[in-house]
């Protein structure tokens, strides 16, 4: 009989006691994996849908010939995840075969580890594939202080840059994040894009007309994607926000 409840890991970090849990959810009698950041939920693979759509719509708004050479025939998209949580983003894209590398950003090192040791559902995909590299850091530091998201090339431009750490714009985990979400921070992103780059947020909001508007400030076009999903939990429908922002060829 499986347990209804396990704790799998838990570690104090800077920002409070994270802990990875699997449980059996009573509505649908499946498993399923929960992190939480002390009494707060940050994630469950019950909603994975939002999150993988980040990286496909973030994908797909990239221009064709940015895609792939079709005279080639090779992957050649570089993409960044800033937040690894239980590999839901990362996985989409690296389901994308035009994909060439990709680099995830996490600013806590318990959450690789989760993965490393195999604790979430899709770990061993995402750490056996050779275009993965799991970089542990602050997203927002790297980018405000100029370092980039490649150790060994800091002035690396890449195709796609996907956030998903923040539950908003406004609704900012830790108070250093909030820089991001003004003009200058989304302009400070976009030059860390190649030109016809594209940057996708997650969120759980709804979409903000004010920070589209921001988008469509710093960036040449801006779309709001509403994701729509089930939720057992409710018997209904629940829903994210997917911005996408592309930049000029």
């Known amino acids: 009989m499986r347990s209804r409840l396990v704790e799998l890991d838990w570690v104090a970090t800077r920002i409070g006691e ?3 849990r699997r449980r059996v959810e009573p509505t649908t009698n ?3 994996y929960e992190v939480k950041l002390g009494d707060e939920y940050l994630m469950s693979s019950m909603f994975t849908v939002a999150e993988e759509e980040l990286s496909r719509l973030t994908l797909a708004a990239l221009p064709d010939a940015q895609l792939n050479d079709a005279r080639l025939d090779v992957a050649r998209l570089d ?4 937040g690894l949580g ?3 983003t990362a996985g989409a894209a690296l389901a994308d075969d035009r994909v060439r590398s990709l680099i995830v ?3 806590l090192a318990p959450v690789i580890d989760w993965h490393r040791r195999d604790l979430v559902p899709q770990a061993r995909a995402l750490t056996t594939d050779p275009r993965t590299t799991l970089l542990e850091g602050d997203f927002f530091a790297l980018l405000r202080d100029g370092t980039g998201f490649d150790p060994a090339a800091p002035d690396r431009r890449f195709d796609a840059i996907l956030l998903d750490v923040d539950h908003s714009p406004v609704n900012v985990l830790d108070p250093s994040h ?3 979400y003004t003009a200058a921070g989304l302009r400070r992103l976009g030059s860390f894009l190649r030109p016809g780059g594209a940057f996708g947020l997650w969120s759980d909001d709804a979409p903000d007309e004010g920070f589209l508007a921001l988008l469509r400030e710093c960036f040449v076009a801006a779309t709001a994607h509403v994701v729509t999903f089930a939720n057992p939990l409710t018997g209904g429908d629940s829903a994210n926000t997917v911005y996408v922002a ?3 060829h």
């Open 18 to 20: 994270i802990s990875l």
């Open 86 to 88: 239980l590999g839901y």
């Open 30 to 32: 499946t498993e399923v």
């Open 105 to 107: 950003v996490e600013a």
């Open 246 to 248: 592309t930049t000029a």
């Open 178 to 180: 909030a820089d991001l």
């Open 79 to 82: 993409v960044v995840v800033g």
